[in-house]
């Protein structure tokens, strides 16, 4: 029987090694014998750095590998060429020289390109290696699933920090904005996500999402009419919102970076708002971007997420011995509430590179909130409550250094 | 028997809440009848917004309150006046009014400010009236008592979440550089704090303090130095640092870039690191502030501050029953292991509006690190874990509102 490999690609989530630990347990029980990681995803695996994760990682260390955040075999961000063909032979002949006969790799939407790529270029040269892609992004922005992995963490992280954070402003007897930058570049889930805070708490008040245009005077008039009956208006923003120019709000402010993939990095969409509450309405204004912890909070985490993360590798894992490939794990909702999720899969190629954003009628009218639908949608994912391991005070994490 | 009343001050801390909840059940076990609570604090009292606490909880909500961010009652920030009697005698006068004997007061410098003046004028007037000031605040700088209510929580959600974010940064196969903003104007408690992250996991390589001039030129020298070692260097900084000229670092970099509406914008001191990076060095780097959550992040509380809060509450309400005023509640180190602190009292008058910074000893001599002596000091402020209660996936709070 061949062996098999398993990469991670593209930002870590909180549960991305939960879905490694899936991949694992559920290749080893199809009985393969060797399961390799590659150290940074295709770069490392390009450049031959294996490890043997089926001996490197004893069954007792399971429980800390599951709930350690960040991609425990380190990622990359790699896009491979349209053209040309050296590269992808070159990956096949090292797949090949060491006796792989599947490959998976667990990321996102550049990170399923990968996968769509290297399988369509397995079919056209008749290789019999099996590609499997497993999804994972807090942008929860994967076309063919009803959501993935990491969302559930990261959407009930934001809630729950929205919540504290609105909970805190409410202390002041004055009139006073708070606006709170949430992940997403053209897809608001995880900002929509704090409007779970207003259920039966403190909640974000406004609520601006990239799927709808923004516009500076609109949202200065929203947060007068709160002001009417409410001291502390909190507000949530996706970080990526543009305004009807198409141009991000945030431009003003931008450093003019971009990543490899040719995406322009944002911040600064909360600090422009801020700026223009200042100066237009006087009061008491302050602005916070949630960042990096939204996908590595590991201490806050869904247990909904979790076992659904695991449950999605150990099911690419069977989906492999049944000799499947070009495909995504997906899930597919039954029902929200008693809420029920299969998992399936769906062809790659439909998938990679599609964005999957919020559907309009999950939008409310005014473009400041969202709709009962997708409360009825997210509120599944974020239940249940996980304890990881402390030690010292502190959550203890699993780290490849520490193995090798 | 004179009644009490119960004010919180200032900004907010994850535990706040669970001093005034020690205040109200010392009080009433002290056989207090009646036990209000001015609602923003001096502001509200001033304008007779009195509620009573004894009747509104019920002792069924005391686990809920515990454990609720937020001032409960509402903050302010108000400066009783250097001269003049009118304000001092319209506040005894209030207090008279409602039969009021005991005045607690839970907060930071300011708060105590206004205890210590308070408790003069009483003094002065022969007013038999007693002031107690309960300390409170995630800075930690306090003086005149080992450390504050909040800090340990602050610095167990500050520790927390670097070793995430650090566990994070090391995915990259390439050199990085992540910037880690945390509170603290004058003193550095909470970002030395982050340090505690380093004992058995991933934690900061460089920790800057105001307590020590930060120098840009050196600042990069250090981060060239870890980078001949490791790849993802991960740095913690006070926003309150400054260069050798006294001017805050956040002043002092003319990016000469300007917001939409024509101000300047004045960057965050780790967004002015940051720049330094990218233009000096050229790699990948990304600055962070860790911002309001680390005041009110309630789900990530320390169950060692948690009680001592609480506790300091108690013992406040336990020393005004015995005549006491004009003090504020401290606490005293017998042993760092096993932790041991007993509560004692020290007069306001030596505390208030007296800051107190890191000791020399504790910090390293490049000023780029601590000593183990700040790590045997802060490490059993952090420990132990709090379950709070969740409802819907999300932590629950009280709300005053939800009560009247």
């Known amino acids: 029987m061949k062996h098999a490999i398993i990469g991670q ?18 290749a080893l029980s199809a009985g393969t014998e060797r399961v390799y990681g590659m150290v940074n995803g295709i770069q490392g695996l390009l450049a031959d750095r294996l490890i043997r994760l089926d001996t490197l990682i004893a069954e007792t260390q399971y429980g800390l590998l599951r709930t350690t955040p960040g ?3 380190g990622s990359c961000r790699y ?12 990956i096949l002949d090292i797949l090949k020289r060491h006796n792989i006969g599947q490959f998976f790799y667990i990321g996102g939407n550049d990170s399923m390109d990968t996968v769509w790529k290297l399988s369509r270029y397995a079919a056209q040269t008749g290789s019999p290696i099996q590609f499997i892609g497993i999804p994972k992004t807090v942008d929860n922005d994967l076309a063919g699933t009803d959501h993935t992995p990491g969302y559930g963490s990261a959407a009930k992280y934001v809630a729950a920090t929205v919540r504290e954070i609105a909970t805190d402003a409410r202390v002041y007897d004055q009139d006073t904005v708070s606006i709170i930058e949430i992940m997403g570049r053209n897809a608001g889930w995880l900002t929509a996500a704090s409007a779970l805070a207003c259920e039966g708490g403190d909640g974000p ?6 799927e709808r245009p923004f516009s500076t005077a609109q949202f200065l008039a929203d947060v007068q009419k709160v002001h009417e009956t409410k001291r502390n208006v909190v507000v949530t923003v996706s970080e990526g ?6 141009s991000y709000l945030c431009e003003s402010l931008a450093t003019g970076g971009t990543d490899i993939f040719g995406h322009k990095y944002l911040n600064g969409t909360a600090r422009v708002m801020e700026q223009a509450v200042r100066s237009e309405l006087g009061c008491k204004v302050r602005s916070m971007e949630l960042n990096i912890p939204q996908r590595c909070a590991a201490h806050m985490l869904s247990a909904t997420d979790l076992s659904e993360a695991e449950a999605v590798g150990f099911a690419g894992a069977e989906a492999a011995a049944r000799g499947e490939t070009g495909i995504m794990m997906t899930f597919a909702r039954m029902a929200d509430e008693p809420y029920h999720c299969t998992i399936q899969s769906a062809a790659i190629d439909g998938i990679a590179n599609a964005e ?14 969202i709709t009962p639908a997708f409360l009825a949608y997210a509120r599944p994912l974020i239940q249940g409550e996980v304890t990881v391991p402390y030690d010292g005070g502190l959550p203890q994490y699993l780290r490849l250094c520490d193995l090798r």
Do not use: H, M
């Open 79 to 90: 896009k491979l060429p349209e053209a040309g063909q050296a590269v992808y032979e070159q």
């Open 356 to 369: 999957r954003t919020i559907p309009p009628a999950w939008i409310n009218a005014a473009g400041n909130g």
């Open 71 to 73: 991609a425990f075999l």
């Open 205 to 210: 008040d406004l609520i601006y999402l990239p």
């Open 9 to 26: 690609s593209g930002g870590p989530t909180a549960v991305i090694n939960a879905s490694l630990l899936g991949v694992l347990r559920g």
């Open 241 to 246: 919102v543009r305004l009807a120019d198409g």
